[in-house]
């Protein structure tokens, strides 16, 4: 599932194309695509159709297009999704599943998914913490460490009170969003801390070093248009992040550490799998 990087390249080239744009007409192709839309698809696309898109925005892995009557449509990306822009005449993609054209007759916008796991929804905007809108299922959600009013100290403190295991904890969207398995690991690599360690065992600076791995391996992920291992993470033009070339952890079962040539491990961690350096990322003790 595409983490925060991934995403993040997607809103810039949605934002850059859309933004500003009037939408003039809204096709659903597979009415699963728009299942939490409650009222259905006739609905929605009602209610698309004459609306402007004024910003894209996001929360950790969570997509939105505000829109000029103070909702909006959130996509979610899920395991396969994609959102392109394509030229009016382009042939439509096997797993085209929503198309909106604008009234400019400049590109379409194609929301793909293979699998379907994906979708769009029309929310109400509501006030968060900071007083900024965001679609009402977006509240609940923690920011990310690529926010602005990110609070370190909270994370910091937050992770130290929870009794799990750390890996779980920044896989926690409530605690801090944008991480997904791929920069967990990485981050986890980089702390040289084993993914099952205690968050109670956390010292505050294992804690913020844990917290500027993973700032710093998002960022630098974003830099290279994310983490793409098949076609199915693609940008707004189809393109591919090139990411995976720099991973140290993640998808490296049985290579060298890059930083003391043990052999990255691959073990069973929530039916995914968890990536780590046995000499680097030692098991906790169980005392």
């Known amino acids: 599932m595409p983490e925060l990087p991934e995403v993040e390249v997607v809103r810039r080239g949605i934002d850059k194309w859309v933004s500003g744009r009037t ?6 192709l597979h009415s699963r695509a728009v299942r939490n839309h409650i009222a259905g698809s006739k609905d929605f696309i009602k209610r698309l159709n004459g609306r402007t898109v004024t910003s894209v925005n996001r929360r950790g892995k969570f997509m939105w297009l505000s ?12 395991m396969s999704g994609q959102v392109l822009v394509q030229p009016l005449d ?13 009234t400019d007759n400049g590109r ?17 905007m509501v006030d ?5 809108l965001i679609p009402e299922s977006v509240q609940h959600i923690a920011l990310d460490p690529l926010d602005e009013y990110f609070d370190p100290e909270t994370f910091i403190s937050g992770i130290r009170k929870k009794n799990t295991q750390v890996k779980r904890a920044i896989l926690d969207q409530t605690l801090i969003s944008g991480i997904g398995n791929i920069y967990a690991d990485e981050a986890l690599w980089r702390s040289k801390i084993h993914w099952a360690t205690p968050t109670q065992r956390l010292t505050r600076a294992q804690a913020s070093t844990l917290l500027k791995n993973a700032t710093e391996v998002m960022t630098q992920a974003l830099s290279q248009g994310g983490t793409s291992f098949d076609a199915l993470y693609v940008n707004v033009n189809g393109e591919s992040g090139y990411f995976s070339q720099e991973l140290n952890a993640y998808g490296r079962e049985d290579e060298p550490c890059d930083r003391c040539g043990s052999i990255i491990v691959r073990e069973a961690f929530a039916n995914r799998s968890s990536f780590r350096c046995p000499r680097c990322q030692r098991k906790p003790r169980t005392n």
């Not at 968060?128 to 900024?132: E, I, L, Q, S």
Request: charge should be negative; aromatic fraction near 6%.
């Open 23 to 28: 939408i003039e007409t809204t096709k659903v």
């Open 67 to 78: 829109l000029d009557d103070d909702h909006a449509l959130v996509t979610h990306l899920g």
């Open 90 to 102: 382009a042939d439509p993609e096997k797993h085209l599943r929503v198309r909106c054209t604008f």
């Open 108 to 124: 379409a916008m194609h929301f793909v998914d293979q699998r379907t796991f994906g979708g769009m929804a029309i929310e109400e």
């Open 128 to 132: 968060d913490v900071v007083g900024r």
